[in-house]
């Protein structure tokens, strides 16, 4: 069966960029529109890893990552944070908040998929 990836992005654009990019390299896609129903998702369906977007409505990504690395039923599924934010300091606030991995918007096309890969413990599949 092939990994399972929570987007949770509430930008329309962003979020089918990064579903295109994953289902090409197999995945299976989950998308959720906020940071409160990115957390009922990922106690649904229990994915392998979760992109979380930092800026939403609703539930912003630090407080969903809080709660979901607060949570026993959520707290061992891998974040990586999706963000704008580029200023000092932001990285060490997003770590802290219990996401496994940081990347900056705009999203690099090229270095998704290793990353994902990497979070996920696989072994790039064609040596990029």
């Known amino acids: 069966m092939n990994p399972k990836i929570l ?7 962003n979020r089918l ?9 197999g995945y299976e896609i989950i998308e959720a529109k906020d940071g409160l129903e990115g957390i009922q998702f990922a106690k649904l369906h229990k994915p392998d890893l979760i992109l979380l977007d930092m800026q939403m409505p ?13 949570d026993p039923e959520t707290r061992s599924i891998k ?8 200023m000092k300091g932001d990285r060490e606030r997003i ?10 918007k705009p999203i690099d096309t090229r270095d998704l998929p290793v990353v994902v890969q990497r979070l996920l413990g696989l072994e790039a599949s064609h040596g990029s």
């Open 7 to 13: 987007i949770v992005e509430d930008n329309a654009q």
């Open 17 to 25: 960029l990064m579903v295109d990019i994953l289902t090409v390299h």
């Open 58 to 70: 609703v539930m912003d990504g630090l407080e969903a990552a809080r709660l979901l690395k607060a």
């Open 79 to 86: 974040i990586l944070a999706i963000t704008s934010f580029a």
């Open 95 to 104: 770590l802290a908040a219990g996401c496994d991995e940081y990347m900056a």
